[in-house]
């Protein structure tokens, strides 16, 4: 996989970003890519405790993001704000995507795969996943939908790839050594997330070790890749 010159990471919660691509986000931002994080929704169900309010856990999980964010070094994150489980593929959540992907006019999208045959997914997860790839194409590439977007001075915009976290049928691996260490300390950020935070650090690196089980490096994140131009 080649080093984007800009990329945009779509994800539905707080934290599925480093837990999905973390490493390869701070990977090709090291290598001088610019990175824009774009978060669907608030994260305000994510909680067991029992004293705890959606309101209280938004505004937690906010500050964990913009944590999470500085240590992968992303310069810039949008937040939708949309409750927690409350994603739905409506016209007003495609046109947020597809403006934003048409604003910052991302080489490569990353976002997570909306499609499993083995086991359910979240629902906010298959919803972010399909909207995004109908965003991608050809939402965002032909100016006569969301014609007003032109007149705002936003055009038009065609992503070259897209890479899919969560899939079952990954085809591209990419080789993040170097940076299993960065991902794991965004990933602590989370902490309202994390019910041991010491065995965070081991379970994710044996993911990696899993992703790169056939390749001739230690640490790897797996996609599904899908080629929209060469
Ligand atoms: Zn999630």
Redesign the pocket.
């Known amino acids: 996989m080649y080093i984007p010159k800009s990329f945009m990471v779509i ?3 707080p ?2 970003a480093e837990l999905g691509c973390g490493g390869t986000i701070s990977k090709w931002i090291s290598e001088k890519a610019y990175g824009v994080l774009l978060v669907c929704t608030n994260g305000d169900k994510g909680s067991a405790e029992p004293h705890m309010t959606s309101q209280m856990l938004s505004g937690i999980r906010a500050a964990e993001q913009e944590s999470a964010s500085k240590v992968l070094g992303l310069q810039e994150v949008v937040s939708f704000g949309y409750p927690d489980g409350e994603l739905d593929d409506t016209k007003e959540f495609r046109e947020r995507i597809v403006k934003n992907i048409r604003k910052y006019q991302p080489e490569v999208v990353l976002s997570t795969d909306p499609i499993r045959q083995s086991f359910y997914i ?1 629902r ?2 298959r919803i972010t996943g399909q909207v995004v790839l109908d965003a991608i194409y050809p939402y965002s590439r032909d100016r006569l939908y969301y014609p007003h977007h032109e007149k705002e001075g936003i055009l038009t915009h065609k992503v070259k790839d897209v890479l899919l976290w969560g899939s079952e049928s990954p085809n591209e691996i990419v080789n993040i050594t170097e940076y299993i260490d960065t991902k794991i300390e965004a990933l602590s950020e989370h902490s309202s997330q994390l019910s041991d935070i010491d065995s965070v650090g081991s379970r994710l690196k044996d993911s990696a070790k899993r992703a790169a089980a056939n390749q001739d490096y230690q640490y790897g994140e797996a996609f599904r890749r899908i080629v929209f131009r060469q």
């Open positions: 994800t539905p919660h934290d599925d979240h906010d997860h």
